[in-house]
């Protein structure tokens, strides 16, 4: 583990990226989180057990009803990540 | 010069910020933790230090995080505590890495989620917690022309509704389930702390003209794959407003789950703690919501508290007494006065998602005689969330308790959970895999 980061986070700021959504390019900002960045396109966040389209519900990283698969890695919690240029989603 | 006390604190917010530069001001070598990129916790997220002294709140995070930075706290992201593999040690996740704090004092300072219960179409995209559309707006989401409608209970409603308003979204109505008699008393209350009083006169007058309705609360939302509308009653009258958010959520309950973890007792729904802030367990502290929902105040109060305690000074501990009294009583009085109304345990029907991370059915629960069957028999809770959201609900629907939190606290990698416990940089001996004091079981 890395030592202890700087205080605050990176300052990203609000620079214009795109993420790749289901295969789909999807404008976002760099300072955005991607459940903002889905929600935003109206991209469901997962499909529920049933095969409920579902979106974020408490935003804080406790509900995982933002869970997705980001750049390869599944059940990540979107709410609490930031977009990145070139981030691959999978919400399906 | 004697080794300085490793004191871990978990989470960044008001009460874990407190406590984290109070101690390391006073000698203690500081491991502060939160899972999110930035401190702040809830109340203070999305705020920068540089710019945020615009607002009361703003001016107030600005004041701690420089005292957290001048102190020489180590400040730790996206760190997720996810087990306590031996007595004074924390397995802690990272950018996909484990690793394993030593504590001499640890501070729990975990904060509270909001209460969510189930009504027709709860699981519609759109429809999303109060506080949980706040922290999307604050993570990018944009929400100017948007209609909201906001419902549930508690005085996160209004801070809410006055926030999305000034970002450009057009508010349909503030309903609070709390019959309009349990909000004059804490009106009265609130002449003891006129701190709190001028907040919500600031929050009312910025919401000026939207209808703030007590003793209203949702029935339905509509929509077949995303909200359109909601129906909100006062159990007479029904009214239907369409609508692309309902921020809804039923005042807020505390993070427990690192406390019962590590075998701390809990009473009446909070962690017991003494006056200085420890818990049942020897050298293990808790702040902030996680004792009692009291908000900022209450927070920033009991993080010095603990601040002073941990590092030795208990006297100075002792002068915030009086003030935390006043506090935890302002807090059982918010529990009492936005207590869950009987009449919301009728809104969910049969076919309504209780559980919905396994889509188990509030009819799937009724036959279930316990929370326990419900769980084997239901998967009720076993999703990834733990229970954290269904559990308030089924509690309150069902009168089921969770007594006990299980490791890992959220889903981990393997290598995570598989790991031996680290004692690279730990205590020299003794750390053995048994436990402080035996683990509640459910």
Redesign the interface.
Same mark, same amino acid.
């Given at each position: 583990?890395?030592a *202890?980061?700087a205080?605050?986070?990176a300052q990203q700021g609000n620079a214009s990226v795109t993420i790749v959504v289901n295969g789909r390019a999807i404008a976002?900002?760099a300072?955005?989180?991607v459940?903002?960045?889905l929600?935003?396109a109206?991209i *469901?966040c997962r499909r529920?057990?049933?095969g409920? *389209?579902?979106? *974020?519900?408490?935003?804080?990283?406790?509900?995982?009803?933002c869970?997705a698969t980001v750049d390869g890695?599944p059940?990540r919690r979107t709410?609490?990540i930031?977009c990145r240029d070139g981030m691959e989603v999978v919400t399906e | 010069m004697t080794t300085p006390l490793r004191v871990v604190v978990v989470g960044a917010g008001p009460a874990g910020i407190a406590a984290a530069a109070i101690a390391a001001e006073n000698g203690c070598q500081i491991r502060l933790l939160d899972e999110n990129h930035a401190p702040g916790g809830q109340i203070w997220r999305g705020y920068d230090a540089g710019t945020a002294s615009s607002s009361p709140h703003g001016r107030e995070f600005a004041k701690w995080i420089r005292r957290l930075e001048a102190s020489g706290a180590a400040w730790e992201a996206d760190s997720c505590v996810l087990d306590s593999p031996a007595p004074g040690v924390l397995r802690v996740e990272r950018a996909g890495r484990w690793d394993d704090l030593s504590w001499d004092r640890l501070v729990i300072a975990t904060g509270a989620r909001e209460r969510f219960l189930p009504f027709s179409g709860w699981t519609l995209p759109g429809v999303i917690g109060a506080g949980g559309l706040q922290a999307m707006v604050k993570g990018g989401l944009p929400i100017a022309g948007k209609r909201v409608v906001v419902a549930g209970s508690g005085p996160l409603l209004l801070a809410v509704a006055a926030a999305l308003r000034r970002e450009g979204a057009k508010i349909e109505g503030i309903f609070e389930q709390a019959p309009r008699g349990r909000l004059a008393i804490v009106g009265a209350s609130l002449a003891a702390l006129p701190g709190k009083l001028a907040e919500g006169a600031r929050y009312r007058w910025q919401t000026r003209g939207v209808p703030y309705k007590p003793g209203w609360w949702v029935k339905r939302a509509l929509g077949e794959d995303r909200l359109q509308g909601v129906v909100v009653s006062d159990g007479n009258d029904h009214r239907e407003t369409p609508c692309e958010y309902l921020a809804c959520g039923f005042h807020l309950v505390p993070n427990l789950e690192l406390a019962q973890l590590l075998g701390c007792r809990i009473d009446a729904g909070y962690v017991t703690v003494n006056a200085v802030q420890e818990t049942s367990v020897n050298s293990v502290y808790c702040v902030g919501e996680p004792t009692g929902i009291g908000g900022l105040d209450k927070a920033l109060v009991e993080g010095q508290i603990a601040g002073f305690a941990v590092a030795g000074h208990l006297g100075k501990a002792a002068e915030f007494l009086p003030l935390r009294q006043k506090l935890r009583r302002f807090a059982q009085l918010l529990d009492n006065a936005f207590a869950p109304r009987a009449e919301l345990r009728a809104l969910a029907a049969s076919d309504t998602i209780v559980c919905r991370c396994e889509d188990v059915t509030h009819g799937e629960l009724a036959e279930c005689a316990s929370g326990r069957a419900a769980r084997l028999h239901t998967r009720c809770g076993m999703g990834p969330c733990q229970g954290r959201i269904c559990g308030p609900a089924t509690q309150f629907l069902f009168g089921w308790t969770v007594a006990s939190a299980r490791p890992p606290l959220y889903p981990a990698r393997l290598a995570t959970l598989a790991g031996q416990v680290l004692n690279g940089e730990s205590k020299p001996a003794g750390i053995t895999r048994t436990p402080q004091k035996p683990r509640q079981t459910a």
């Open positions: 583990m890395e *202890p980061t205080m605050g986070h976002a900002r300072n955005m989180s459940a903002a960045a929600m935003s109206e *469901p529920s057990v049933r409920e *389209p579902r979106a *974020p519900l408490c935003g804080m990283g406790i509900c995982f009803e869970a890695e059940l709410c609490q930031r | -």
